[in-house]
């Protein structure tokens, strides 16, 4: 295939799977929203207001903002992609692509970026309603915020990608999300410090990357939050490459696709 029949094939993947994104909106934009406004009301302003200032000087709703925006979109970004191929797979239209002289690249590629549109869109939606709740929200490192964003919705795209090769039933898919996605992120430091926990534990969630993505995004809206967001970024980065690659290496060898 030439270039501009790769960047067809590229946005015609792409264009698909944000209409679909826009068409389902009440399923795939609105549920975190609601979720996130419930966390804002309950932590952020009931009992933020009783906490006070936590971490340099930031209110307690200002603090939990950076690891909810980072949640939504890792939930959004690994649902999205492995739902999606997942369907694909299940209705045999992956058939269709592995005929045609499309690349793996251009389909891995399209579904991941797919899949963070989605989660970018939620995590707008999210900042938006922090910023009702506290219009003195601003970025303190707008450049580190954004990169740390793509990352972790790139990382989570390729996740629910490599998950959606291997599941055979939907629960397959939402086993991860609810066992493994969710624990790491509350224990990644969501509602609180990673600070505050005692010596052993604070090595251990180093361990944790969904704490690199939550501190390295907080650092980049608060100022604050991650001393070594060098380090965090370069986790990140790590595993971007790495979990690209394995997904190539499964769409070459038809894992999931050509069984």
Known sequence: MSVSSDLIALHCIV?????????????????????????????????????????????????????????????????????????????????????????????????VAGAVVRSLMVGAIVVAIALVLSPSLSLAHPLVAVLSALLAATIFSLLGFINALYAKTLDDIGHVSHYVLTPLAYLGGVFYPISLLDAPWQAVAQVNPLAHMIGAFRYGVLGTGAPGFGLSIAVMLGLTLGLSALALVLLGRGVGTRS
């Open 15 to 111: 264009r698909r799977e944000v209409s679909r994104i826009l068409r389902l909106w009440l399923q795939t934009l609105v549920p975190p929203a609601v979720s996130a406004a419930l966390y804002f009301a309950i932590f952020g302003k009931l009992i933020g207001d009783r906490i006070g200032s936590v971490d340099g000087g930031s209110s307690y709703l200002q603090f939990i903002t950076p690891g909810l925006v980072m949640m939504c979109i890792i939930t959004s970004s690994y649902g999205n992609a492995s739902s999606s191929f997942f369907f694909v797979r299940f209705n045999r239209a992956v058939e269709e692509m592995l005929v045609s002289p499309m690349r793996n690249w251009i389909i891995l590629l399209g579904y």
